[in-house]
């Protein structure tokens, strides 16, 4: 079955400073891949996504690129501000089944910026 | 615009008894999508209604869960004679049937503690 495996958790970063988060996946099919994000006390709420091998997904200074290849979908920024903590899910839809938009979801990765 | 609107937003039950969650979904969108997601994890799909159908159930829903959406509007999640294990929160997500792939709105949950 489909699965999604993130990097665990929390990272800490100053302000300004780079992130990455890593995530791969396993699918049938060709899946659309995407980054959701929760800030604290809120609903989980799109960051961006890609629906085919080699789109590149970007939003509010985030990046993440489709790899098949190596069935990655990495999400990056190239500087963090205190505004972007938050807990961050890769998740990935099989369009190929029926339940219309259902995703499958990674396990998070809190990130927190300190200033 | 309202967005996803879930209630309560906190329960706390004894094991045993029975709780029933409430979700309000944007008021244009046809699919509605119900999840559960415990401390550290991400989101697991439970279920997933077309308008008033359900057309899909995770394995996850086990004979105690219910879910309905009489007139294709609000949902409802029952669970019955609750198990400390149930304890999560439980997600509502919405989309319209021709938006993109994965473009869930979600609400900020219900939180369920069975003690």
């Known amino acids: 079955g489909n699965s999604v495996t993130q990097m665990e958790g929390p990272v800490t970063l100053s302000e300004e400073a780079f992130l990455t988060i890593n995530c791969t996946y396993t699918?049938?099919?060709?899946?659309?891949l995407f980054w959701y994000v929760q800030y604290p006390g809120e609903g989980l709420q799109l960051l961006l996504k890609?629906?085919?091998?080699?789109d590149k997904g970007s939003n509010k200074g985030f990046e993440a690129t489709y790899r098949k290849e190596t069935t990655s979908f990495h999400l990056e920024k190239g500087s963090v501000q205190v505004s972007d903590s938050a807990v961050y899910f890769c998740a990935l839809s099989d369009l190929q089944r029926a339940a219309g938009n259902k995703l499958t979801f990674g396990g998070g990765t809190r990130v927190l910026v300190k200033p | 615009d309202t967005g996803v609107s879930q209630d309560p937003r906190h329960k706390i039950t004894k094991r045993g008894q029975n709780v029933t969650f409430r979700c309000d979904p944007i008021s244009e969108h046809n699919r509605l999508y119900w999840y559960r997601q415990t401390l550290g994890q991400g989101p697991e799909f439970l279920t997933y209604f077309q308008n008033e159908a359900q057309l899909e159930k995770s394995r996850l829903l086990s004979d105690r869960f219910s879910a309905e959406r009489p007139k294709g509007s609000f949902s409802t999640l029952e669970i019955q004679r609750t198990e400390q294990g149930d304890s999560a929160m439980y997600l509502c997500a919405s989309s319209f049937g021709t938006s993109g792939p994965g473009e869930l709105f979600f609400g900020e949950g219900s939180r369920l503690t069975v003690l």
């Open positions: 890609a629906t085919k091998a080699d």
């Open positions: 699918a049938t099919g060709y899946p659309s």
